[in-house]
């Protein structure tokens, strides 16, 4: 299964190009669910469909959904938060309060994750398209894999992620806290193992790729911009710009030629700053682009008979290399600058910040024994050089 993700500034038409993907797709004889990870749903809206928590069919072939993680955290983790529950009594909170603190932030982004590796996993599907939230919130849902394995291998180190052991590992640790049940850690193990997995999923090149939506507009390429940096910072492939709403030749009226000259440049800077990746075009339409019709033809005349699904530019943001006797790992950062980047190495971790982001990385043993012999940032790759004492 092929995974194709949208994300860029809101508004820009993150909605419509994934609908208009995976209607193109799915004409092609593609098997292709649509998911967004937005809790605003504009998914029913640009199909011109209703949409429930289930799999519909949209179109031949082409099947969406619209997640309600209030539901799903009825039914799924009632008995975390049960816990929550008693977490809080605990604390002092009165039950009134508590009801409302066990409403998790994020976890929208947690069962749309869980939801990415169910759908690979029924091998059903030959191309699942995710409509993203803007940037903010997709880059932390991005980065959430890292960060619930970074707090699980911590607290449930492998091996130890049984039942029985983590018990009194985590009553000792929270010296006083009511300690979970094994009902608990039973469904936070499997919700963790339907997780695990999805990062590499979708870190996977040749599997995944992100897409960034623009408009060919200032404030609207800087975003995406960044957005490019961090995505790679945390190892996500992304394989090509859309530039949606460019204004068409036939529009001729002086009151846009102001406009116009403004998006050729834009243009010419999102095809000279994103290069090597595609840059799709697609024109301002004379009217909204809702419903299965005008989809189609909009996905026609942005793909243009290339394949929605294939991947359009292949990029391996994060390396590990053997040079002479140093290994050298790389992580591509476009757009980063110096100032904004910090590099450390501690506790078997490579930490890597740019802006406000961090990443951690968990270095294999082969490094841990290696000491750092500097590190540089040169034509958008940071490498960190590991050599022997
Ligand atoms: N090329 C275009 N021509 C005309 N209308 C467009 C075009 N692209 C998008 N639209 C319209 O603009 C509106 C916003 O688009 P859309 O919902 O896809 O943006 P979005 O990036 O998903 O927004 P949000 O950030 O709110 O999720 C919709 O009404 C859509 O039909
Ligand atoms: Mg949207």
Same mark, same amino acid.
């Not at 619209?66 to 039914?75: K, V, Y």
């Not at 529009?251 to 403004?262: C, L, V």
């Given at each position: 299964?092929?995974?194709?993700?949208?994300? %860029?500034?809101? #508004?820009?038409?993150?909605?419509?190009?994934?609908?208009?993907?995976?209607?193109?797709?799915?004409?092609? #004889?593609?098997?292709?669910?649509?998911?967004?990870?937005?809790?605003?749903? /504009?998914?029913?809206?640009?199909?011109?469909?209703?949409?429930?928590?289930?799999?519909?069919?949209?179109?031949?072939?082409?099947?969406?959904?619209?997640?309600?993680?209030?539901?799903?955290?009825?039914?799924?983790?009632?008995?975390?938060?049960?816990? $929550?529950?008693? $977490?809080?009594?605990?604390?002092?909170?009165?039950?009134?309060?508590?009801?409302?603190?066990?409403?998790?932030?994020?976890?929208?982004?947690?069962?749309?994750?869980?939801?990415?590796?169910?759908?690979?996993?029924? %091998? &059903?599907?030959?191309?699942?398209?995710?409509?993203?939230?803007?940037?903010?919130?997709?880059?932390?849902?991005?980065?959430?894999?890292?960060?619930?394995?970074?707090?699980?291998?911590?607290?449930?180190?492998?091996?130890?992620?049984?039942?029985?052991?983590? %018990?009194?590992?985590?009553?000792?640790?929270?010296?006083?806290?009511?300690?979970?049940?094994?009902?608990?850690?039973?469904?936070?193990?499997?919700?963790?193992?339907?997780?695990?997995?999805?990062?590499? *999923?979708?870190?996977?090149?040749?599997?995944? /790729?992100?897409?960034?939506?623009?408009?060919? &507009?200032?404030?609207?390429?800087? &975003?995406?911009?960044?957005?490019?940096?961090?995505?790679?910072?945390?190892?996500?492939?992304?394989?090509?710009?859309?530039?949606?709403?460019?204004?068409?030749?036939?529009?001729?009226?002086?009151?846009?030629?102001?406009?116009?000259?403004?998006?050729?440049?834009? *243009?010419?800077?999102?095809?000279?700053?994103?290069?090597? $990746?595609?840059?799709?075009?697609? &024109? +301002?339409?004379?009217?909204?682009?809702?419903?299965?019709?005008? +989809?189609?033809?909009?996905?026609?005349? +942005?793909?243009?008979?290339?394949?929605?699904?294939?991947?359009?530019?292949?990029?391996?943001?994060?390396?590990?290399?053997?040079?002479?006797?140093?290994?050298?790992?790389?992580?591509?950062?476009?757009?980063?600058?110096?100032?904004? *980047?910090?590099? /450390?190495?501690?506790?078997?971790?490579?930490?890597?910040?740019?802006?406000?982001?961090?990443?951690?990385?968990?270095?294999?043993?082969?490094?841990?024994?290696? /000491?750092?012999?500097?590190?540089?940032?040169?034509? %958008?790759?940071?490498?960190?050089?590991?050599?022997?004492?």
């Amino acid at each position: 299964m092929r995974i194709v993700l949208f994300t %860029g500034k809101g #508004g820009v038409g993150k909605t419509t190009t994934a609908a208009a993907t995976a209607v193109v797709a799915a004409a092609a #004889g593609l098997r292709t669910a649509v998911m967004s990870t937005d809790p605003a749903h /504009s998914l029913a809206d640009s199909f011109g469909v209703e949409l429930a928590d289930e799999m519909s069919e949209v179109a031949p072939n082409c099947f969406a959904q619209q997640l309600d993680a209030q539901a799903r955290m009825e039914s799924s983790w009632s008995e975390i938060r049960d816990y $929550l529950r008693g $977490l809080f009594d605990w604390a002092g909170l009165d039950d009134i309060e508590a009801e409302e603190l066990s409403v998790i932030p994020g976890l929208d982004e947690v069962f749309a994750l869980a939801d990415i590796k169910t759908f690979d996993n029924s %091998g &059903e599907w030959d191309l699942l398209v995710v409509d993203c939230a803007p940037t903010a919130e997709t880059i932390r849902f991005l980065s959430l894999p890292d960060i619930l394995g970074w707090y699980m291998e911590r607290l449930f180190p492998l091996g130890r992620r049984v039942t029985k052991v983590v %018990g009194p590992v985590v009553s000792r640790l929270a010296g006083g806290v009511p300690v979970a049940g094994d009902a608990v850690f039973g469904a936070t193990e499997r919700f963790y193992q339907r997780l695990e997995g999805v990062k590499g *999923l979708l870190t996977d090149a040749s599997r995944s /790729s992100v897409r960034l939506v623009v408009n060919p &507009e200032k404030m609207v390429v800087a &975003e995406a911009r960044r957005t490019y940096t961090y995505l790679s910072l945390f190892g996500y492939p992304v394989d090509a710009v859309i530039a949606n709403r460019v204004l068409p030749d036939e529009i001729e009226d002086p009151w846009f030629s102001s406009w116009k000259q403004a998006q050729a440049l834009h *243009l010419d800077s999102i095809e000279e700053g994103f290069a090597p $990746l595609p840059i799709l075009r697609s &024109e +301002l339409a004379s009217e909204e682009i809702v419903g299965i019709d005008r +989809l189609a033809a909009f996905g026609e005349r +942005l793909y243009d008979g290339v394949d929605p699904a294939s991947v359009l530019h292949e990029g391996h943001p994060f390396r590990m290399d053997k040079a002479d006797d140093e290994v050298v790992v790389s992580i591509d950062l476009p757009f980063a600058r110096k100032e904004e *980047l910090e590099v /450390s190495v501690a506790l078997g971790e490579l930490f890597i910040t740019v802006g406000p982001y961090r990443r951690a990385v968990m270095l294999p043993d082969s490094l841990r024994r290696r /000491s750092v012999r500097g590190a540089a940032l040169a034509d %958008g790759t940071l490498r960190v050089r590991f050599g022997h004492d």
